[in-house]
């Protein structure tokens, strides 16, 4: 049995049902978006990697959808953190969050108590919750990992004609299947990680779900500043800032000896 949370009024934390973009991760209908101000961020793709930009002071909230028929459950991390509880595990030991059939969630923030949470931001390796708890070995990163409710197979008890029972016709088997030490090097303003912000409401309640081991999907995101994705060469580099300084700089006074010219 897993741990897992959702919401005491509306049985699934924090709902909200909307579009799903072409730019969102999708492995099997299970999706993962990255939101500012309720919009997904665009992706970009390198040597395997989906990365987002990250906006330095923005808020952002990431949302989870289930396309199956049954209930599901995700592991999400940020930062290497665990959005529930901050500890750092693999996705099978970890609290989940709980989406029922066909539903989308989205998780706005770290979930600090049984009634609130604090929202998810853009900051600077340095000002991170990841800094702050000193696990600092895998920010810049989200991932998810999903997993689904294990359905029970109802068993059918065989008789003999004489009355004695010839055993239960047998359910299928399952599918098979830190403490984190800080980073001597100095954190760096020009690389993202994300900060514990703004409080505000979130009602959870624990409870206990049969999961199949296997995972259905597993995501993982990279985030970075603009300038960070443009040295990777994700994003172009802009173009110079024109420098009135410059022009100055190469001023001279005379070209030719012709005549100045007359508006008439």
């Known amino acids: ?22 730019c969102a991760s999708t492995k099997g209908g299970f999706r993962v978006e990255i939101l500012v101000n309720g919009a997904p961020l665009q992706e970009y793709w390198l040597n395997g990697t989906t990365y987002i930009e990250a906006l330095k002071g923005q808020e952002y909230a990431i949302r989870l959808t289930n396309p199956l028929p049954v209930r599901a459950v995700a592991a999400l991390s940020v930062d290497g953190l665990n959005t ?4 750092h595990t693999d996705a099978w030991t970890a609290s989940k969050w709980v989406l029922g059939p066909y539903e989308t969630i989205t998780i706005q923030g770290w979930q600090t108590g049984s009634g609130e949470a604090r929202k998810f ?8 919750y990841g800094a702050w708890l000193g696990k600092t070995g895998n920010l810049g990163v989200i991932s998810a990992v999903f997993f689904k409710e294990k359905i029970r197979v109802p068993e059918y008890r065989v008789m003999r004609k004489d009355g004695r029972e010839m055993g239960a016709a047998p359910a299928p088997a ?8 800080q980073e001597e090097s100095a954190a760096k303003d020009d690389l993202a990680a994300t900060g ?3 409080r505000f409401e979130h009602p959870v309640e624990r409870v206990y779900l049969e999961l199949e081991r296997q995972p259905c999907a597993s ?13 990777l060469g994700i994003l172009p580099h802009p173009r110079p800032v024109f420098d ?8 001279h006074g005379f070209d030719d000896m012709t005549f100045c010219p007359d508006p008439r």
Do not use: C, N, Q, W
């Open 219 to 231: 995501f993982s995101l990279r985030y970075e500043f603009r300038p960070v994705l443009t040295r």
């Open 244 to 251: 009135p300084l410059e022009r100055r700089r190469r001023a």
């Open 121 to 128: 931001y853009f900051t600077t390796e340095g000002s991170s």
């Open 196 to 198: 514990i912000g703004d």
């Open 84 to 87: 529930i509880d901050a500890k």
């Open 174 to 181: 399952a599918s098979a299947a830190h403490k984190e030490s």
């Open 1 to 22: 049995m897993r741990k897992t949370l959702r919401s005491l009024s509306l049985a699934i934390l924090a709902i909200l049902v909307g579009t799903v973009p072409v």
